[in-house]
């Protein structure tokens, strides 16, 4: 079962589990959620009502929590660490996770170095270990590790929640495609129109010069026939010309 599948799964239970209750109650399925081993989307479960509902209440650090989860790094979650309930290691590893995805959006080529300090890992061995225990072989990404060039080459990344207005940053991106699209098409088509219409002008010349070299071909056929067919003179006819001019 592939991990898109496998999210859709996870995510439908978790939104059940959202649904029913409310309050403090929510705090368990948000912690359960974000350490989920192979949960990686958490906006529908924010969509949940019961889960909006947190905000302004006592447990309204839950709802960041999430937040964070859907849209944050670890390096996010560092900076605002104080405001927000303790993580437990499967939290950690998440975040991390998570963490890796976002980069592999940003770029397809990640310097180890980029890597270790987002991370905080302390080595290449470590690094190397975590991108391939716990993100190639979950099967969140692919890639290939360049140990000559110290980078991580991204060649496929499970997409992240979308960030608020993220969507419509998308939808002009592929507005702005298709018409892009729309223009390179007119000039394709375009370009069709006139490459057809200089084949039928190449036509239309070399049929032209066919005919003329027809044309040539028989006038040259016709003055070879009159050659032949011309009466020549036989040496004695030219002697008896001669006489009779003499005479």
């Not at 799964?9 to 359960?32: C, M, P, R, W």
């Not at 940003?106 to 270990?129: A, F, G, H």
């Amino acid at each position: 079962m592939d991990i898109e599948q496998k999210q859709v799964e996870h995510i439908d239970y978790f939104v059940k589990q959202a649904s029913t209750l409310k309050g403090s109650a929510l705090t368990n399925v948000i912690v359960e959620a974000t350490s989920h081993p192979s949960l990686f989307a958490f906006s529908e479960i924010l969509s949940v009502p019961n889960v909006v509902e947190l905000e302004g209440t006592e447990n309204s650090v839950y709802l960041d929590l999430l937040r964070l989860f859907a849209h944050g790094t670890w390096s996010d979650y560092k900076s605002i660490a104080g405001h927000l309930p303790q993580l437990v290691p499967d939290q950690v590893l998440k975040l991390k996770q998570l963490t890796v995805l976002t980069l592999a959006d940003i770029s397809k080529e990640l310097p180890y170095d980029q890597l270790m300090q987002e991370l905080d890992v302390t080595n290449v061995r470590e690094l190397e270990d975590f991108l391939i225990n716990e993100c190639m072989y979950v099967g969140i990404v692919r890639g290939k590790l360049d140990q000559l060039k110290r980078c991580f080459e991204v060649q496929f990344a499970a997409g992240r929640d979308l960030r608020p207005g993220q969507l419509g940053n998308m939808l002009q991106t592929l507005t702005d495609w298709l018409t892009t699209s729309d223009y390179l098409l007119v000039s394709i088509q375009e370009k069709i129109k006139w490459a057809d219409t200089m084949s039928e002008l190449d036509k239309k010349h070399r049929k032209e010069v066919e005919e003329r070299v027809d044309e040539v071909k028989k006038s040259l056929s016709l003055k070879k026939l009159q050659t032949v067919s011309r009466p020549t003179l036989t040496s004695e006819g030219m002697r008896r010309s001669t006489l009779n001019l003499v005479e």
